[in-house]
């Protein structure tokens, strides 16, 4: 007589669930072994980032701000549990078409791992121990949902055994991806280096921030900015921990002496402080991606120096430990500005987030051509020979920081008392200096804003208009800045891609 293998509806999508939760687990606590990019989700972000169209990434940035990774993250997730949910509905009709979607999952994740940068053969592990246990679980999950029944009886569903087992590869899941996040972050050993760390002295300690430079006032951004709120751009799912013990900065290509740093030589040079702002390219008129810090590193063109730069060279092609890669004019590094290997940032070792043991700080050029965070390789090339990560996704191989202002005070849409207002804000032309800011108010006449100080002409300057008397109604306010070259920016709005964004800022407030 034939049998009848059949389950109810929901006993498919709990197998198919639970087995890959099992399988991201054993795969994550295997990364955290081994190296936590050969974690398949973060290889297959990574990828997803890598792929992305320029448009793609600035919607991101645009729509989520820095939590851009973690939605990457989460809708990776709904697909993995909506492909989970098919290849338990296809085990419990036949062990073997589940199997085979694990394993197709698995050779996706593979594929994914081996093509990262740094990416080596022992790398797959993490995702080939996934898969095994993926598929163990699977099988003795659908073993219990798939049971034996005459034709024409009820279904007889070992649901106890069904649950329980669903139940224990839950825990196994969590357990495996708990321990395997804890080693993968490397906290213990980065943390306790970065705790331990005591800084040098600068060799000529900059005086303390001028009195004059912070308007202290409230709701506009502070002369410097704090590094739990400094901004966050890179395209790192899971950031890289260097132990400054284990760091190397190699120099070479087109020099006459290749140099090897350990983070104790770096140690040993010469040590540099320098107020700097830095701007991610990606940062719309107006928009949050700017901040000012004190950084303490040691003069990069001095490391140059000494490998002895060719004059053919043109470009710095620095690569982050994660194999990030970001192209540097060399006669901007040599010009005689404050390019720095940094690694202290406002009085403290460099955060994680930010880069360390070591990152780039070159004043008056845009992130993606300049501040490599984790870095430790830099080839000393041209830009006919070589390109970045972003020049090949259409940005501008060189990146010069555009003059621009932002409204800090009021905010946009905000509702007002009528009478004396203030109206502050910021302005930056890293490299130039901020000479003047203008603000007008329904496009009026334009007025003269206050500035504050400006220790250097490689940060930014508050600004502030404490004398306009609103009146009832709805108005328009808006800002312009002149940089030390007589360059007042333009009115014309342009997008962030290729080179920057440009226009002016402006916020629509209600007075009551």
Request: aromatic share 6%.
């Amino acid at each position: 007589m034939e049998s009848n293998r059949r389950a109810p509806g929901w006993a498919g999508p709990l197998v198919g669930l639970v087995s890959c939760a099992t399988a991201l687990g054993v795969s994550l606590l295997a990364a955290g072994l081994i190296k936590a990019s050969a974690f398949p989700v973060v290889a297959v972000g990574d990828a997803a980032v890598d792929l992305a169209p320029a448009g793609v990434k600035e919607f991101a940035i645009r729509t989520f701000g820095e939590n851009d990774k973690n939605v990457l993250v989460v809708g990776i997730l709904v697909v993995l549990a909506a492909v989970a949910t098919a290849i338990g509905a296809l085990a419990v009709r036949d062990v073997r078409y589940g199997t085979a979607g694990l394993v197709a999952f698995g050779v996706v994740g593979a594929l994914a791992v081996l093509t990262r940068p740094d990416a080596a053969l022992l790398d797959v592990v993490p995702t080939l121990a996934g898969v095994v246990v993926g598929i163990v679980t699977l099988r003795l999950l659908a073993g219990r949902a798939l049971r034996e029944s005459p034709p024409g009886e009820a279904v007889a569903l070992d649901r106890r055994g069904l649950l329980v087992g669903a139940a224990g590869g839950l825990a196994l899941a969590g357990v495996s991806g708990v321990i395997g996040q804890s080693l993968s972050s490397g906290h213990s050993a980065v943390s306790r280096a970065r705790s331990a760390l005591k800084l040098p002295r600068p060799a000529k300690p900059l005086p303390p921030v001028p009195a004059g430079a912070d308007l202290r006032i409230k709701g506009l951004s502070p002369f410097v900015t704090p590094n739990p709120d400094f901004y966050r751009v890179d395209t790192a799912l899971v950031l890289p921990q260097v132990d400054p013990r284990d760091w190397t900065l190699k120099i070479h290509g087109i020099v006459d002496r290749p140099v090897e740093l350990t983070f104790a030589d770096l140690l040993k040079r010469p040590v540099v402080e320098a107020d700097v702002t830095l701007c991610c390219v990606s940062n719309d008129v107006g928009g949050p991606y700017v901040g000012n810090a004190r950084w303490l590193g040691v003069s990069l063109a001095g490391v140059l120096r000494d490998a002895g730069v060719r004059r053919d060279a043109d470009m710095l092609l620095s690569t982050s430990a994660d194999g990030w890669t970001c192209g540097t004019p060399v006669d901007v590094v040599l010009d005689g500005r404050d390019a720095l290997l940094a690694f202290a940032m406002n009085g403290e070792a460099l955060p994680v987030v930010h880069g360390f043991p070591v990152r780039q700080v070159v004043p008056g050029l845009y992130g993606y051509v300049s501040a490599t965070k984790w870095v430790t390789d830099i080839k000393v090339t041209r830009f006919d020979r070589d390109e970045a990560y972003w020049t090949p996704r259409g940005w501008a191989p060189k990146g010069p920081i555009k003059t621009e202002s932002r409204i800090d005070l009021p905010r946009d849409g905000a509702n007002l008392p009528a009478g004396r207002t203030v109206v502050a804000g910021v302005a930056w032309a890293q490299h130039k200096g901020i000479d003047a800011v203008e603000v007008r108010i329904d496009r009026g006449p334009w007025r003269q804003a206050r500035l504050a100080e400006a220790p250097t002409a490689d940060t930014w300057r508050q600004w502030v208009l404490d004398d306009w008397d609103a009146t009832p109604g709805e108005h328009t306010i808006e800002v312009r800045a002149t940089d030390a070259t007589g360059y007042t920016q333009t009115a014309e709005r342009a997008p962030v891609g290729p080179d920057g964004a440009t226009g002016w800022h402006s916020v629509d407030v209600r007075v009551a």
